[in-house]
Each structure stands twice: as C-alpha cells, then as structure tokens.
C-alpha cells in the first residue's frame, strides 16, 4: 500500500486547529475549491477502456467504488491521522463499527481479550459476543494497578478508554501501554471522550487509537460515524480489507458533515471542557449535590494522572454528579431541565444530561455497579455550547424543584 503522501505530511506536522481545517489537503486548482466537495457516487471510472484497468487511490489502492474508498471519505482520514499522529486513519459509519472491524482484524478462536468493566456497553458485549466464536473475554475495573496485573493472564488484545464512562475515571494509559509494549499485547484506545487534543495514544505506542466521531470530533449531534487511526501501513492494509468486507465505510454525506464538525473542534473543545469545570465547581457547592465527578476538580483523585497524561490542563466536556436523596431526586432533575436534553451521547453542541442505571450501567450487576459507585442518584451530563450562565441557571432550577 502506498500512503506515502499522509506520511510525509504527518512528518511536518502543523498544530492541531490548522490541522483540523486544512489536513485533507484537498485543493481543485482548474476550479478553484479548497473546500471538500461531497464525491456521491457509487463508482468510479475505469479509466483504460481496453484493460479495463481501475485507477489507483492516493493509497495506492483500486479506486472503483465507494464501499471500498471515497474522496470525502478520504480527505476525512487524512485529517484525523494527522490530528492522531498516525500513519494512517479508516473512517467508518459508526464507532462501533470501526470497534467491531479493529476486534475482527486481531482476533481469532482461542484469542483473550481484556476489556474495562467500565466502559462504553456495546464495545464490552460484542468482546463478551466473540464468546460463540472461541474468544474469551475478561473484564477488568477501570483501575491501572488491577488492569497491569490482569495484563499477564495470557491476553492477545486489549482496550482502554482515556477517560471512562460514567464516572470519568482517568486510567494511566502511558502505564498500561508501556506493558503491553513489554509483553507484546495489541493496544486499542479508545480516545472519544478526550479527543487528539489531550491525548495522542499512538505516541505512547499504542498499537490503534479509535474513536466515535458521532461525538466530539463531529460535535453536532447529527452524524453517526467512528474512525481508526494506525501507526502502520500493514495494520492500514488488513483494516481496510476488513472494511471492505464488512461494508462499513463512512458514507459520504457524513464525511462531509464531520470535515465541517472537526474544523471547529478545538475552539468547540476548550470552550466546553471550560464550562464543564465551572459547572462542577457550581454542583460541588450546590446543598443539593452529594458528589461531583470530574477529573478536574481539585478534589478528585484522577486530577494528578490527568495533569500527567494530557497535553493541556483541560479535561472533557462530561461530568457526573449525585443529587442527594435517590433515583426519585435524580429523575426530578433529569426531567426538570428545559435547556439540557434528557437524551444519550455526548460531545455536541447540546448539552446532555442521561440517567446512567439506564444506559451506561444497565448490564451491570448490583455488585458491580457498588463496586464502581454507579447508584440510583447519579446523572451524567455533558456540557454543550451554551452559555455556561445559562446551563447554571437551568441545573440551579431543577435542583431547587427537587
Ligand atoms: C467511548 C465510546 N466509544 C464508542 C462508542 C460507539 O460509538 P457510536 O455510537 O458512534 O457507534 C460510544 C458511543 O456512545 C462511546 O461513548
């Protein structure tokens, strides 16, 4: 495979806002459009009418339909591996399905796979799925002292979330990826919620970083998509094979929409990760609020590995909070906001506000959920683009009708 042209470019690479609006490097000079243009269609021309021969992707693939590779599509790769420091990036039309394809691609029958007991549902039950196919899967808290020790059991792949969902817990992924390096475990990282602004795991040599771009990097709340970001063209090559197969390409439309989302991703980023410890101050005063989660409060015990592990003194857009009293306390609140959506996902311009017993934790058992301090009074909510005065306001009126 031939991605010379990303490589090349990841080398000098420019700071992340530039980055983020001019790394596709897409440029129509005889029409003059610097912009991306949505390619949709389904084919491309042969362009030898005697062989029949296709023409060949900027990555040295055949370029002759749009399951298998897409200019919108690939302009969006070629930013989110520059922002991911990657040599290569493959855009698909969810996060979990980049998940789904990245587990494929390494596992086989007889293959163990460890993943966090608390981490985005879906990616731990399909690993619990592989189970019908011979591949075991092993859960571990999101803790790096327990997740080092259960690194040794044998495990072929492994995958850790940066910060985890619901409690916001930051695991030490420098840590972690430094055992698997010692003993050879393939390293997923799943970098979602923290995005390439904090944290870039490939450096730390994690072996693909994913994320769901359905969040921050789209940031809308209107596009469904997910992405892998590789450190090798050979890992590049199986993926896309893999993609190829599983029909799970980015469609164009979406490409486009999340081209536009991550150019603004970084003003977007700060502005909500800002607002998001404000609002933490705000509930960690509040008479009403048990407990606050959220690494960057002083009082939290992730602040230290966080202020080690990201490249900037911010830390997310989502916090967790636990409003006094029980699930009755908890739902006045989620129902008693009219600016914050009662509503799943995170990272778009909305603020959201999910009742995690019902999402994040429904496949947990009791004992589980204690173990991880999930309880019937806990939200989670993730701040949005409005003014932060506002979402106070709106929180401070809910909270007082409880
Ligand atoms: C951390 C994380 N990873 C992956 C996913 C799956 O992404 P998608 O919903 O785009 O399939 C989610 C979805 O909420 C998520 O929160």
New binding site residues.
Partial sequence: MNISLLSETAKMARRSSTEAIHGHGYLDRERGVFKVPIYQTAVFEYPDSVTGGPRLSDRGLDLKYSREENHTVRALEKILGKLERGVDCLAFG??????VATYLSKLKAGSKVLVPLE??G??QEFAQNLSKFGVECILARSDTDEFLERLGDGISLTLV?TLT?PMVRVIDVKEIAKRCAELGVPLIV?N??STPLLYNPLDDGAWVT??????YIAGHNDV???AVIMGSEEDAEVLWNWRRKLGSIMSPFDAFLTIRGVATLEARFEKQARSALEIAEFLEDHPKIEKVYYPGLSSSPYKSIADRIFKRRLYGGVLSFKVRGGQREALEVLRGTELIKPS???GGVESLLTYPIWT?AKNMSREQMKMLEISENLLRLSVGLEDVEDLKEDLGKALSRV
């Fill in positions: 969810s996060g979990m399905a980049a998940i981490c985005y879906t990616t979330e969902n799943d979602t919620f994913v994320h769901s771009l359905t969040k469904v998509g997910g799943p996902s995170l994040a």
